[in-house]
């Protein structure tokens, strides 16, 4: 299943990222990265509408310190297939 405005690995790519930290051990902190985006506007909307409302789900005792949409700007992935 593709999420709206999925891109393949080239040009441009957007990937939101996510930083939990436990209420109860303020250590105990974690990322979480999304898919690939075309653009910067369609991976916050997919952040808001879809990663962060399952992040808020599947980790109640966590709170959501930060997000944001790297941009990756890769036009060659460095990988040789």
Do not use: H
């Not at 957007?14 to 910067?40: D, H, N, R």
């Amino acid at each position: 299943m593709q999420l709206t405005g999925q891109t393949r690995l080239s040009g441009k790519m957007w990937t939101p990222l996510a930083l939990l930290c436990s209420m109860y051990v303020s250590t105990e902190c974690t990322t979480f990265g999304g898919p690939v985006f075309k653009t910067e506007a369609i991976c916050y909307e997919q952040l808001q509408t879809v990663g962060l409302p399952y992040l808020r789900q599947k980790f109640p005792a966590s709170k959501i310190i930060d997000v944001k949409c790297i941009n990756w700007d890769k036009n060659n992935t460095g990988t040789d297939t």
